[in-house]
């Protein structure tokens, strides 16, 4: 099932989500050379993940990656079922940050496809341990964490849980390598290393933006111009989602204690839909962005 020669990469994988990260993650198995299998809850839901697929093949052919769409686009199958899965040999679970449904997920996937398929997860935070524990043989279970944008981002968090096969993170690591991204590898904890300091930052700068501190724009303005961020934090939860970013800032704060308390502006404003650059609106306006 392995791709040949200098390419890692499995010939077949599967991707179990198709949102935002579950598209980017299937395009970049694309421009590696793998099929690949993208599993939504129906049809519909099925029919716009290949769309968002498209629309990243079609901005590699834009940016000069690959010289046509066709091929890549004819190497991708969209299924509504998990036992369409049962002939890859690497799986990206891309599930939204729900414990009860990414290890409802697991389980689906473990029961579809062959003893030795690695079972990968996308999550950001939740304990790669408990999604293991869904899994028969839970050594070929890790976690590859990408980042929003998947196409544009240059990392991956490989996670390691602590049944996690050695010879597995040696060959996830030159995955990521072989898709043009840099893995960095850390053990299972909460958070990881990225969601942990990155959702620290975040909710600091919202409890800034809640006591009348600066603008949402200037205080983003301060990490990319001072610190070199390529986004500020503030935009950079619209991307990911507020609600996204209150979920693991809640789970955060049960697992390492109240300095990941989520303030109470960002509680605000899920309840009111403001939920960032997929509802229009969070800390910035997004009906009046380009894209």
Same mark, same amino acid.
């Given at each position: 099932m392995e791709a040949a020669h200098d390419n890692p990469t499995p010939?077949?994988? !599967? $991707?179990?989500?198709? *949102?935002?990260?579950? /598209?980017?993650?299937?395009?970049?198995l694309l421009l590696a050379g793998a099929h690949v299998v993208l599993v939504e809850r129906d049809e519909e839901?099925? =029919?716009?993940?290949? *769309?968002?697929? /498209?629309?990243?093949?079609?901005g590699s052919v834009t940016r000069g990656r690959v010289a046509d769409a066709a091929p890549l686009l004819a190497r991708l199958a969209t299924a509504t079922d998990t036992k369409d899965l049962a002939d890859t040999a690497l799986v990206v679970e891309a599930?939204?940050?729900? #414990?009860?449904?990414?290890?409802d997920t697991f389980r689906r996937i473990t029961g579809a496809v062959a003893a030795d398929t690695v079972i990968a997860s996308n999550t950001s935070s939740i304990s790669l341990d408990l999604l293991a524990d869904a899994v028969e043989h839970p050594e070929r279970v890790i976690g590859l964490h990408f980042f929003n944008p998947v196409p544009a981002s240059k990392l991956v968090e490989v996670?390691? @849980?602590?049944?996690?096969?050695?010879?597995?993170?040696? +060959?996830?690591?030159?995955?990521?390598?072989?898709? !043009?991204?840099?893995?960095? &590898?850390?053990?299972?904890?909460?958070?990881?290393?990225?969601s942990r300091l990155g959702v620290?930052? *975040?909710?600091?700068? %919202?409890?800034? #933006?809640?006591?009348? $501190?600066?603008?949402? =724009?200037? %205080?983003?303005?301060?990490? &990319? #111009? @001072?610190y070199g961020f390529p986004m500020g934090p503030l935009r950079l939860t619209d991307l990911v989602g507020v609600d996204v970013r209150l979920g693991i800032a809640r789970y955060l704060e049960r697992e390492l204690g109240p300095r990941f308390a989520p303030p109470r502006l960002m509680a605000d404003m899920v309840?009111?839909?403001?939920? @960032?650059?997929?509802? *229009? +609106?969070?800390?910035?306006?997004w009906t009046r962005e380009g894209d």
């Open positions: 010939t077949r994988c !599967g $991707v179990v989500g198709g *949102g935002r990260m579950g /598209a980017g993650i299937a395009h970049a839901a099925a =029919e716009a993940a290949r *769309g968002r697929v /498209a629309r990243a093949v079609d599930v939204p940050e729900d #414990l009860g449904l990414k290890t996670v390691v @849980g602590d049944r996690t096969a050695d010879d597995l993170r040696q +060959r996830a690591e030159e995955w990521v390598r072989s898709w !043009g991204k840099t893995p960095v &590898t850390v053990r299972n904890a909460p958070g990881f290393a990225s620290a930052v *975040g909710l600091e700068a %919202i409890r800034m #933006l809640e006591e009348g $501190v600066a603008s949402a =724009e200037d %205080i983003d303005a301060a990490m &990319t #111009l @001072g309840e009111r839909g403001e939920l @960032g650059r997929k509802s *229009g +609106r969070g800390f910035y306006d």
